[in-house]
């Protein structure tokens, strides 16, 4: 018995030895680290979001699909801490969006073609690829650490149009000879470049939840005033790969 209980004092003493060193390397380490992590000074991660484009119904909105009607993004999101709560940051980012339009008077296909006649329509589809930078404000809350925690970001997004395509599909009027007939538009000119708006986003380490509201008219001058408007929300979400 005693023998037992003198080899169970030697392994706890050994134990204890152990992971004092263990405290003291896994200490000296962090304090090696430098400023960058999720809670320090500057941090920089991945991010890719999907989201959906949604329309407010009314006469001067043009009504769209709302699960085909979608956006793509991947981007890099920097932030900058401030203090225990508040850090500022900005995304850039490089997002594809697509609006498919029902059979309604505001789809862009009624507003750009005169003929064929709108009932012939199979496909009224628009979609662009846009340049963004988004620069936020972080408020912080609860518990955080070697992670991002919880967190609210206010951001301003700017969006540069770098390419739009405008597809139409649509029964032939000679349906004996030629059953559908497809018109597809590049380089749209009756749209605007450069749009901005608001977005608001609520997160934790792994992914964000986000709402935005474009300020800014997506269509020019070149298709009269009476114009049905592109719907302006779009809703996702966020995930991230931490560099």
Same mark, same amino acid.
């Given at each position: 018995m005693k023998r037992w209980t003198v080899i169970f004092i030697l392994l706890i003493s050994c134990t204890c030895s152990g992971q004092e060193i263990l405290l003291r390397q896994?200490?000296?380490?962090?304090?090696? !680290? %430098? !400023? *960058? %992590?999720?809670?320090?000074?500057?941090?920089? @991660?991945?991010? *890719?979001?999907?989201?959906?484009?949604?329309?407010?119904?009314?006469?001067?909105?043009?009504?769209? @699909? &709302? %699960?085909? +009607?979608? +956006?793509?993004?991947? &981007? =890099?999101?920097?932030?900058?801490?401030l203090s225990n709560a508040f850090a500022l940051g900005y995304d850039l980012r490089y997002e594809f969006n697509q609006y498919r339009f029902k059979k309604h008077k505001g789809s862009l296909f009624t507003q750009v073609y005169s003929v064929p006649a709108p009932d $012939? =329509? /199979?496909?009224?589809? =628009? +979609?662009? +690829?846009?340049?963004?930078? /988004?620069?936020?404000?972080?408020?912080?809350?609860?518990?955080? &650490?070697? @992670? =991002?925690?919880?967190?609210?970001? *206010?951001?301003?997004? %700017?969006?540069?149009?770098?390419? $739009?395509?405008?597809?139409?599909?649509?029964?032939?009027?000679? !349906?004996?000879?030629?059953r559908k007939s497809t018109h597809r538009s590049r380089r749209l000119a009756y749209t605007n470049k450069l749009f901005y708006g608001l977005e608001a986003r609520y997160g934790n380490s792994y992914f964000n939840l986000y709402f935005r509201y474009r300020l800014a008219d997506f269509f020019n001058d070149k298709l009269g005033d009476d114009i049905c408007r592109i719907p302006a929300f779009n809703a996702g979400v966020f995930l991230f790969v931490a560099r």
């Open positions: 896994k200490t000296e380490n962090t304090l090696n !680290d %430098g !400023d *960058f %992590g999720p809670n320090k000074k500057k941090y920089l @991660h991945n991010i *890719f979001g999907f989201g959906f484009n949604m329309s407010l119904h009314g006469d001067e909105v043009s009504l769209i @699909h &709302g %699960g085909s +009607s979608f +956006s793509l993004s991947y &981007g =890099l999101r920097r932030k900058r801490k $012939s =329509l /199979v496909t009224d589809k =628009l +979609s662009y +690829s846009v340049v963004q930078l /988004v620069p936020y404000f972080r408020i912080n809350f609860g518990k955080r &650490g070697d @992670h =991002l925690g919880k967190y609210l970001d *206010f951001a301003v997004c %700017g969006e540069l149009m770098i390419s $739009s395509r405008h597809i139409v599909k649509y029964d032939h009027p000679n !349906d004996n000879m030629v």
